[in-house]
């Protein structure tokens, strides 16, 4: 049922952006200015059918294998394919025929456009990957914008997402997530489905997801509570809270379900592009350059087990462990209110 629904409202109800009746979807303003200058050099048709969030684009891509789950109109794709560049390539997946025209039409525009053609896009199920003709452990990086919220089985988009991710590979992706689990009334109505808000996860449940999916250590890059402000929306979600949400999850094996201390550190050596004065791991590591900065066993290995390692140094041993890592908690981890996020970036 679900499904159709997500078929009907994206392939037919919505003709543009301004059909949506909440911002969970919707692009926000507050993006790196190179950001801008990737969604600039995109057609203006594969522009107007975008109804996803904030580009979804990690850093350190090029010549990378990506991954896009839910590609839309192609939008992610095509910005995400000037970042691989010519030995990269970008893979998008999608069920809307209608959204997969128009994407599919406007490969030759953009292979002009950036003088090389690294795209290729595919019709399936997100829950259903391992149906599509992609090898397992081939992609360096997979993303999705907003989508997995209207999957109707996220255990298996997360399963088969580990499956096709190489040994330090990354899925990186922005979705919409509850601050409780929602009623099947909420979860059934239409509007709230397709407007991002009905398959919301509670946060707590997706960690867990996370981590039964092999992903043991999810990390929070970027969050911002979600305002609701249409009244018939209101009064259908009750005092349920939602929040736009940014998370990384590194396929690697030997992370454990906590942060522990083994008095290990990173240097980091302010050589990526876009991130020379601060590298950010997630919401609580910013490094800056030449900086030792103490790090837990898992910060570790995400860093030196991934296309990362190069713009570290790292010291430390794994011969002394020093208990459970100081800060790590259980709380609920997005900010409530806007004073929590002022300064902070958003992306969906």
């Known amino acids: 049922m679900n499904e159709q629904i997500v078929r009907e409202y994206y392939g037919k109800v919505l003709s543009t952006s301004e059909d949506l009746k909440t911002d969970a979807c919707c692009t926000v303003e507050d993006i790196p200015g190179f950001h801008k200058n990737l969604l600039s050099n995109i057609s203006d048709e594969v522009m107007a059918k975008y109804y996803g969030c904030g580009l979804i684009a990690p850093l350190s891509l090029k010549g990378a294998r990506v991954l896009d789950l839910g590609s839309g109109s192609g939008r992610d794709v095509y910005a995400l394919a000037q970042l691989v560049g010519p030995e990269g390539h970008v893979v998008g997946v999608d069920m809307t025929d209608e959204q997969l025209e128009v994407a599919i039409n406007n490969q030759d525009w953009h292979a002009e456009k950036f003088g090389y053609q690294n795209t290729t896009f595919l019709k399936g199920y997100i829950e259903k990957l391992d ?16 989508v997995i919220n209207l999957s109707t089985d996220k255990p298996a988009v997360l399963e088969g997402v580990r499956r096709l991710l190489k040994p330090g590979g990354e899925f990186f992706f922005s979705d919409v997530y509850a601050d409780r689990r929602l009623t099947d009334e909420i979860k059934n109505d239409p509007v709230l489905y397709g407007e991002c808000l009905g398959g919301a996860l509670y946060w707590n449940d997706f960690v867990n997801l996370s981590k039964n999916a092999g992903f043991a250590d999810p990390r929070l890059v970027t969050d911002r509570p979600l305002a609701i402000e249409h009244p018939k929306l209101i009064e259908k979600l009750g005092q ?31 050589k990526l592009e876009h991130s020379e004065n601060l590298f950010e791991l997630d919401a609580h590591h910013l490094i800056e350059p030449g900086k030792v900065f103490p790090v837990c066993g898992n910060t570790y290995r995400m860093l030196k087990e991934s296309r990362f390692a190069d713009y570290f140094d790292f010291i430390g041993t794994w011969d002394t462990h020093y208990g459970i890592f100081e800060g790590c908690g259980t709380d609920m981890p997005y900010a409530t209110d806007a004073a929590d996020t002022a300064g902070a970036a958003s992306c969906c």
């Open 240 to 270: 349920a809270r939602f929040f736009s949400a940014t998370y990384r999850l590194f396929n690697i094996d030997s992370l454990e379900p906590a942060c522990e201390d083994y008095g290990q550190a990173v240097i980091y050596n302010g």
């Open 131 to 146: 149906e599509l003709d992609l090898e397992p452990g081939s992609f360096d990086v997979v993303v999705s914008n907003c």
